[in-house]
């Protein structure tokens, strides 16, 4: 069976038990779910909703149980079909430090690249491509454990931006990085989505989803929620539900949008908000 | 009864090419059943600073002092300190041992002598003071979730009956829904009269919920004070690292357009104020 070429990954109702789970629980139960070229994917849910186990799906980290996962037309169940969905999607996890294996920033950026068995002069302008969008390449001679939490995430998505895969899934990137590092990192994922690049972003930071396409929530192992990002936010009672607390800002956008006929933005960026509500000067 | 910090330098490996001033003419006050909270971006000398209040570090100059006793080297009081100020280190989950969640949070009572008839009880308070039931109790605390063993390692500290609590960055990687029941279980704590003392770069956490705010600025006391003149302090001056939460952010701006808004971090005041504007309430 073919897939659509417009769809990166597609699972297809897949449930998946840990083999070594005490309970024997499934942590994922009958998912489908469609990633689309090109498009900004926020996958939301709380603590042991499944959300890193589905992303762990999606380059074959892990193998369904039942169901199947497709990944460019590629079943990951077949083990030849590996070393191509890999390419095709790369991973970044939450913790910046096991994620470096170099000692110097350049070095580990090459990691990647040079276990692909590409030659040397590709490997350099994909490595300085790679550091040029994570804002890194001043620092490429540098050791890495010179680098603050904030840079070592960045290196690591530098690291995975130079696989040169089309896809990227990054696992709660945010969750250990200070307010500053995660602000920078949020831009350098806006300009690669705006720049092609298809990303699924997992998180329980709303905040962190207000310039995604699409929203997906999972909770206990199963999708509740698929659609815009501007309906999800519009949920209350649901979100709470999920274990996902609107921020401030969005609660307040919410109720000033049921309870005024003020104009509002469709999104609450800060920006956005300021906008709306501070009079012309 | 409170901890007093006064005039705290600290340099990590003095005399050393790496010599680094981490802490600089610091100082800090907190009583029990009050809520203070250290902010101030990574690398500010936050963690250095918790870590001198029950002493696994000591000032090379100024004081620290725990209800009157002077927190240094061989104090023979160390004993009576540690036992007063439970500290949470970051990600404290990482430092979990015991085979299972019982001698976890047996270990700090057996340590302060607590009788072994009482620390059963002590362990099933501790552990429903965390909103987890005693079936918890024979598990294994590596067998649990990421959320669930940073409250049995919080857990393991409240056992200890601390007068003061110290916590690094405990909600570090905790959704939103976790976050809330961690903030609600210190506000009930100050309540019933231990001294909080939350470490944070969540500014939003700190303005709502603190008593006063020590803000550090590479190693240095920026401001300290009531969470409104912090709040005043950040519109006013740019910190590095830290961000003013949105609500707050937007008040401020709003106020640099119209001088009679509420520079404010709460929002519903912030929303009274805008629909009184919005239905005609206009000042001129």
Known sequence: ?281 | MSITVEALCHTYHPGTPLETRALDDVSLQCGRGEWLSIVGHTGSGKSTLAQHLNGILFPDSGTVSVDGMQVVEKSPNMRDIRRAVGLVFQYPEQQLFAEDVMEELSFAPTNWGVQSDRIAPLASAALSMVGLDDSYLARSPLNLSGGEKRKIAIASVLAGEPSYLVLDEPTAGLDSWSRRELTDLLARLKKEGTGIILVTHDLDIALNLSDSILMLDRGRSAAFGAPSEIMRYLVANSVPGLRLPDIAALSAAIGRSDPAAPLTWDRAELKRWIKARETGGRRP
């Open chain 1, 1 to 281: 069976m073919k897939t659509d070429a417009r769809t990166v990954c597609e699972l297809r109702d897949v449930t998946y038990v840990y083999p070594s789970g005490a309970s024997g629980r499934a942590a994922l139960s009958g998912v489908s779910l469609e990633v689309r070229e090109g498009e900004w994917l926020a996958l939301l849910g709380s603590n042991g909703s499944g959300k890193s186990t589905l992303a762990r799906h999606l380059n074959a980290l892990l193998i369904p149980t039942q169901g199947d996962c497709i990944v460019y037309g590629m079943s990951t169940r077949d083990p030849a079909n590996v070393f191509a969905v890999r390419s095709a999607v790369s991973m970044v996890f939450q913790n910046p430090e096991n994620q470096i294996v170099g000692t110097v920033v350049d070095e580990d950026a090459a990691f990647g690249p040079e276990n692909q068995g590409l030659p040397p002069a590709e490997i350099e302008s994909r490595v300085e491509r790679a550091l040029e969008a994570a804002g890194l390449l001043a620092k490429r001679a540098k050791p890495t454990y010179t680098l603050s939490g904030g840079e070592k995430q960045r290196l690591a998505v530098a690291g995975a931006l130079a696989m040169d895969a089309p896809c990227l899934v990054l696992d709660e990137p945010t969750a250990m990085l200070d307010p500053r590092g995660r602000a920078d990192l949020l831009a350098i994922m806006r300009a690669l989505h705006d720049g092609g690049k298809t990303i699924v972003h997992i998180t329980h930071r709303l905040e962190e989803i207000l310039w995604c396409d699409r929203a997906v929530v999972l909770a206990g192992g199963r999708i509740e929620w698929e659609g815009g990002v501007e309906p999800l936010l519009r949920q209350d009672g649901a979100l709470r539900k999920w274990g996902l607390d609107a921020p401030p800002l969005v609660a307040l956008w919410r109720e000033l949008g049921e309870e005024t006929g003020l104009a509002l933005p469709r999104i609450p960026t800060l920006e956005g908000m300021i906008d709306a509500l501070c009079p012309l000067q």
